[in-house]
C-alpha cells in the first residue's frame, strides 16, 4: 500500500513539474522542488524519456529559469551534471546547443563540465554537431571556440568531434539542411573537412552538384516574382538591398519581396559555398568528362556548353534525401540524409554530377 501511495505522490509530482515547465512558471517548478531529496532538483528526470528538469528548461528555451537550475547546483553535484543524458543519450549541452540564445547557458555548463563538449548522443552527435544541423550559428561559434582551446591527445581525436557515426561531418549536414552561411563559416574554419568523405565516399562538394534547388538556376518563377527578383537583383548590385528589406518589414509589410529578399541571399550562399570547396575539392582537377563515353550526356573541356537529353533528365533526377529531426528529440536515423541517385555512381566528379542535375554555377 505505502509503495502504491508512493507511486502516485512521485506520479503527480512530475506531472505538476511538467506542467510548470511547459506553462513556463519558473516559481512553480521551484516551489516542487521542496518535495525532492536535496541531491535532485534540476537533475531531477520527469519525463518516460528520461529528461531532466534542467533537460525540459533547455528544451523549452526557458533561459533564465536553465540558469537559475544551474545556479542550485553545488559544485559537488558537476559530475553527475557530466553525466546526466537522456534515453538517446542527450546530455543537457545537447539540448542547450539547439538555441542561439542559450550561449550563455553553454558557458556556465562548460565552466562546470566541460568534458560535457565532447560527449555523443545515440548518433554519435557531440554538441557542436547539434548546433550546426539546427543552423545556430552562434551556439556553433561559441562551441567550436571552446573546442579548439581543448588539449587532445591527438589531432585526429579533435576531428572526431566534428563527425557522427556514420561518418556524416558538420560540413556534410550544412549542405543537406542547405544551411549555406553555416557551410562557409566550417569550411573556413575546418578546411581539411571539405575534401573528406561521409559514409557513401562523397564529398560536401558532391552533394551540393546534387542539388538544383539550392540555385537560382534549379528555380522556377513566375512573371510576378521573376519580375520581382530582377528588380531585387539590381537593387543588390547597388548596394540597397539591406535598406529595401528594412522597409519591407518595418513600413511596407511586403511577404514576397521578404521572401525573394532571403531567397536571393541563400542563391547567393549556396554559390559562393560552392566556389570555396572547388577551391580545395580535389576531385575537381581530376574532372575529365571527355575521356568517359556518357551516351546522350556532352560536356565541353573549357566550361562550354553542356546539354543532356531530355530522355535522360527523365531518367536521373538527382536530389538529397532529409529526414527532418524531431523537434524534442532530434532523432534521425543514421541511414538518413543520403544523396540518392539513379544510374549514377558516387564517386563521380563533381562537375559530371552538376551537369547531370543541371547546374550551370558550378560548371561554368
Known amino acids: 500500500m505505502a509503495d502504491m501511495d508512493d507511486a502516485k505522490r512521485i506520479h503527480q509530482l512530475n506531472g505538476a513539474l511538467y506542467r510548470a515547465l511547459m506553462k513556463k512558471k519558473p516559481k512553480d517548478v521551484l516551489g516542487c522542488f521542496k518535495s525532492l531529496p536535496d541531491d535532485e532538483g534540476p537533475l531531477y528526470k520527469i519525463t518516460i524519456h528520461k529528461d531532466t528538469v534542467l533537460h525540459m528548461a533547455c528544451y523549452s528555451k526557458q533561459r533564465d529559469l536553465a540558469l537559475e537550475l544551474l545556479q542550485l547546483l553545488p559544485p559537488s553535484l558537476n559530475q553527475r551534471l557530466a553525466n546526466t543524458k537522456n534515453d538517446v543519450d542527450n546530455t543537457i549541452l545537447h539540448e542547450v546547443a539547439t538555441y542561439n540564445a542559450m550561449t550563455d547557458v553553454a558557458t556556465e555548463i562548460l565552466n562546470r563540465a566541460p568534458e560535457l563538449l565532447t560527449a555523443r548522443n545515440i548518433l554519435g552527435e557531440t554538441p557542436l554537431f547539434r548546433a550546426v544541423r539546427y543552423g545556430k550559428d552562434e551556439m556553433f561559434k561559441l562551441l567550436a571556440e571552446k573546442l579548439d582551446r581543448m588539449d587532445f591527445e591527438t589531432e585526429e581525436d579533435c576531428k572526431a568531434c566534428l563527425r557522427r557515426n556514420d561518418g556524416t561531418t558538420i560540413l556534410h549536414i550544412s549542405v543537406f539542411t542547405e544551411n549555406f552561411d553555416m557551410a562557409l563559416l566550417i569550411a573556413e574554419r575546418y578546411g581539411d573537412l571539405i575534401s573528406a568523405w561521409d559514409s557513401n565516399q562523397m564529398t560536401a562538394l558532391q552533394h551540393l552538384a546534387c542539388c538544383p534547388s539550392a540555385f537560382l538556376s534549379g528555380c522556377e518563377h513566375g512573371h510576378l516574382r521573376r519580375f520581382i527578383y530582377s528588380c531585387i537583383s539590381n537593387m543588390a548590385r547597388g548596394g540597397q538591398c ?123
Open 242 to 364: 539591406q535598406d529595401l528589406k528594412s522597409d519591407a518589414k518595418s513600413r511596407f509589410r511586403w511577404p514576397i519581396w521578404e521572401a525573394l529578399l532571403e531567397e536571393k541571399h541563400r542563391y547567393d550562399a549556396a554559390r559562393e559555398l560552392a566556389s570555396k570547396l572547388l577551391e580545395s575539392d580535389t576531385s575537381w582537377e581530376a574532372t575529365n568528362p571527355q575521356a568517359v563515353d556518357r551516351g546522350s550526356i556532352s560536356v565541353q573541356e573549357k566550361g562550354g556548353d553542356s546539354s543532356v537529353s531530355s530522355k535522360e533528365k527523365a531518367k536521373v533526377d538527382p536530389f538529397i534525401a532529409l529526414q527532418h529531426p524531431d523537434d524534442k528529440k532530434g532523432k534521425t536515423s543514421p541511414k538518413v540524409n543520403r544523396t540518392r541517385f539513379n544510374n549514377i555512381r558516387n564517386k563521380e566528379t563533381p562537375l559530371f554530377l552538376a551537369t547531370m542535375s543541371g547546374i550551370p554555377e558550378i560548371v561554368d
